[in-house]
């Protein structure tokens, strides 16, 4: 197991070398000059240049990536065009606003759809089972912009129980967690009302209810055990979206995480920015994923027994 | 069944105990009244404050944030004179200024203002391309004393009193500076400190009470950033912030309609223009340049991109600055003429122009509109918006054929026709290079005689509204909503608004 968990985490190093180099030629191709978005527009052609010059702008993009790299291994990301500051301590500052987003949106998610998933299962074709697919249908409908504008309205201004935006404590991350919940809710919910369904019909839980079993046993237990494999799927690759994609709620709520910070780097083509971020989260993504696969073998022991081999 | 009920109930006790918030939060209260002010006050923005460098941007944010820890030689005052800051002043003769500190100025860190901190201050301006050309015109400075130092000009320079009261010239600490270089520049004689600086999120300043005259009147205050403009008013109205900036037209009626909130709204000056790049044919034709300023209905573009809340503007010299002529005549809306004159210029047929500008409003809104009223006169226009990155390169390298932009400093009049027309200006959008251009520009900053100078700016902005190169559009209005009985605020059409004596009525 714990060569497998090695081989996983050293495979990241060719990722992180492959995604520096995508972005280093991503940015050098989009148009914009970042040394005209750092200094002034009455900047002289000779202020510029020299601007370009402390920046290593000048250099080649070979040079600049290997520069990086070598940098980057020694735990510096390089600073902020914009601010100056360095990037490491401007992505951890955010990272934990981030991650409680993330946790926050993936709970509310997870408490609405395994639920729904299982009642619309075992009441297929029911009313039951249509209700509560348009209701997944609604979820992912729903603009998240509309929405956290709507629960800001309703609960904020209306009936005054959260706090509109910010990171005041544990209150402000009620209504983006749930802004952004009820969209992932409607994938898990369909995912998990089908991951159900495929075992809901198989000869152990026939056999389970032949033994007198209750019902519930054999829903909760035996059923939704053998059908957690892909809704961890969908959960890991979920939590790697929200980790990297919240910008829209972020804006919405004035919530400082990673997200706004990348999106507003590449619009500043603020370049140690941007790579830092997506790194950095590359390198979170990467771990993330590697902790569902192992929590495959916590919940199936046959994987458990590939993994070792 | 019984487990059900208790489930029902248990999750209903928590939401309300995770819900129910004591205090009027969200709720909309009629009165404020209380004879206390807060001590913290928080402000709404939505500008970034991307730096705490004085002179490392020209941005309102960091500007706005200088004007609350640092100080100015000289100051502006209501009707646009350049008056004693920090500092009293003298003009020896045409090149000479001698400036005086008075002996009690002090940074906020306890370490006494002296004549070597602003000589420092000038020095390290010269470093900075959002400073360098302000000062161009200064030779050096002497030290005479501590408390006295001289500016002496390379020229004449009529505005040099007016740029002086620029924030970005504000006075720094040269021990601090030297000592930190990432941070010393942070270090200001004004009224408050800064304590915290997360950009993206919140920037505080404390007040600082060893400041030597008027201490500022909150203890804190703190400038929220908040993107969304919807979140600010809900935040406003939830009282989770005291003062929200950047509104727009379309959100006065939401503030108008809470009685516990006041609409503060007065003229800006950021006028909206549309330029040409004058070496791209066929602008480089001032009767093509021409005929299609009469294809733009101004007052269609007010009403499309700001709800018909706009002043018509004319000139390249801003309001409230000298020298701006007001009878300067306008390109009527007239089609029909747009069109002979594109036929007399060579072009029976039309034209078809790509029409760049940043994405989102209101720029995009202006695009729609000219687009829509241009076709009229046979002139297609294809809008491109573009991020701000891309449209500043493509401007910057005279990539563009026509472009929507915005200009909003009201320094001084010289700093305004110069950085929009001299031939060398980074800010040159439309790319004139006309050497008798820049020699009348250059010979009304060194004019000694007020009225003779007032003359020169108007023969300038004559010769300029022939030549045509801009279009310029309109200025519009600032809004702000804050609670009711704020006070204190000194309003600035630039955006630059100064807090130190902001009061807000403690809330009920």
Redesign the interface.
């Given at each position: 197991m714990y060569r497998y968990v090695l081989k996983r985490l050293l495979m990241l190093v060719p990722v992180i070398l492959g995604v520096i180099l995508l972005i280093f030629v991503v940015m050098d191709l989009?148009?914009?000059?970042?040394a005209?978005?750092i200094?002034?527009?009455?900047?002289?052609e000779e202020?510029?240049a020299e601007?370009r010059t402390n920046l290593g702008l000048d250099k080649g993009i070979a040079y600049r990536y290997v520069a990086y790299v070598k940098n980057m291994l020694h735990g510096n990301l390089g600073s902020s065009y914009?601010?100056?500051?360095p990037v490491m301590d401007?992505y951890l500052?955010?990272l934990p606003e981030t991650l409680k987003l993330a946790v926050g949106a993936v709970f509310v998610a997870l408490i609405i759809s395994i639920p729904l998933g299982i009642i619309a299962a075992v009441h297929q074709n029911t009313f039951k089972d249509s209700a509560s697919m348009v209701v997944a249908l609604i979820g992912v409908s729903m603009p998240s912009?509309w929405l956290g504008?709507l629960l800001?309205?309703l609960?904020?201004?209306?009936?005054?129980?959260?706090?509109?935006?910010?990171?005041v404590g544990f209150?402000s991350i009620?209504l983006p967690s749930i802004t952004m919940g009820l969209n992932l809710a409607a994938v898990m919910t369909r995912t998990t009302r089908s991951s159900m369904l495929d075992v809901l019909h198989s000869d152990y839980l026939r056999t389970a209810r032949a033994k007198g079993v209750n019902e519930k046993k054999v829903i909760l237990k035996h059923a939704f055990k053998n059908a957690l494999i892909p809704i961890i799927t969908v959960f890991g690759s979920q939590f790697s979206y929200v980790l990297g994609g919240a910008v829209l709620v972020e804006?919405?709520?004035?919530y400082?995480g990673v997200g706004?910070?990348v999106v507003?780097a590449i619009?500043?083509?603020d370049i140690p920015s941007v790579t830092g971020g997506i790194v950095m989260t590359t390198i979170i993504v990467t771990c993330v994923n590697l902790v569902i696969d192992l929590l495959y073998a916590y919940v199936d022991p046959r994987i458990k027994g590939q993994y070792v081999k | 069944m019984l487990k059900r009920i208790a489930l029902l109930l248990c999750a209903v006790m928590l939401v309300s105990l995770v819900g129910c918030s004591n205090g009027t939060n969200g709720k909309n209260t009629t009165s404020n009244t209380t004879a206390t002010a807060k001590e913290d006050v928080i402000i709404g923005t939505s500008s970034e404050f991307t730096t705490t460098d004085p002179q490392g941007s020209n941005s309102q944010a960091p500007l706005t944030l200088a004007t609350l820890t640092h100080e100015t030689l000289t100051e502006i005052d209501a009707s646009g004179n350049p008056v004693a800051g920090m500092a009293t002043f003298e003009q020896v003769d045409q090149l000479t200024y001698k400036f005086t500190i008075p002996g009690n100025v002090t940074f906020t860190n306890g370490d006494p203002c002296t004549t070597e901190d602003v000589a420092f201050t000038f020095e390290r301006a010269r470093e900075s391309s959002f400073t360098s050309g302000k000062i161009s015109t200064l030779d050096h400075t002497e030290i005479i004393s501590p408390t006295e130092i001289r500016f002496v000009l390379s020229s004449p320079n009529q505005d040099f009193l007016t740029t002086l009261a620029h924030k970005s010239l504000s006075i720094l600490s040269k021990k601090a500076c030297q000592e930190d270089t990432e941070h010393g520049f942070e270090i200001g004689t004004g009224r408050y400190y800064l304590t915290k600086w997360v950009p993206g999120d919140v920037t505080s300043v404390t007040r600082y009470d060893g400041y030597r005259g008027d201490k500022g009147v909150a203890k804190t205050i703190t400038f929220r950033q908040i993107a969304e403009t919807s979140a600010r008013i809900i935040a406003l109205q939830n009282k989770e912030i005291d003062i929200a900036l950047g509104l727009e037209s379309l959100d006065a009626s939401k503030i108008d309609a809470d009685s516990s909130l006041e609409l503060v709204k007065f003229e800006d000056v950021w006028i909206k223009y549309l330029t040409f790049n004058v070496n791209a044919a066929p602008f480089d034709n001032v009767k093509v340049r021409q005929a299609i300023a009469h294809a733009v209905n101004k007052n269609n573009v007010i009403l499309g991109a700001a709800n018909g809340e706009g002043i018509l503007h004319t000139s390249v010299v801003n309001k409230t600055q000298f020298g701006l002529d007001e009878t300067l005549k306008d390109y009527d809306y007239d089609p029909a003429l747009a069109k002979s004159m594109l036929a007399e210029a060579g072009y029976p047929n039309g034209l078809e122009i790509t029409l760049s500008c940043y994405k989102g409003s209101p720029y995009e809104t202006i695009a729609a509109v000219v687009q829509s009223d241009m076709a009229a006169a046979g002139i297609k226009i294809k809008v491109n918006p573009v991020e701000p990155a891309a449209l500043k390169s493509m401007m910057k390298e005279g990539q563009h054929e026509m472009a929507i932009y915005g200009w909003s400093d009201a320094i001084g009049t010289d700093f305004t026709v110069r950085s929009l027309l001299y031939s060398t200006s980074g800010s040159n959008r439309c790319k004139i290079a006309d050497p008798k251009l820049d020699a009348m520009i250059d010979a009304a900053l060194s004019e000694v005689d007020t009225a003779k100078r007032e003359q020169m700016y108007k023969d300038i902005q004559q010769y300029v509204n022939d030549l045509c190169p801009y279009i310029m559009l309109y200025t519009g209005y600032i809004y702000v909503g804050v609670h009711k009985g704020t006070t204190g605020v000194k309003w600035n059409a630039s955006n630059i608004h100064d807090f130190c004596y902001v009061s807000v009525p403690s809330y009920q």
């Open positions: 989009a148009p914009g000059d970042p005209l978005m200094a002034s527009p009455d900047a002289t202020e510029l601007l914009i601010s100056g500051r401007v500052e955010r912009f504008l800001m309205l609960f904020s201004l209306k009936l005054g129980w959260f706090p509109s935006g910010g990171t209150k009620v804006t919405i709520f004035s400082p706004k910070m507003d619009g500043n083509r | -």
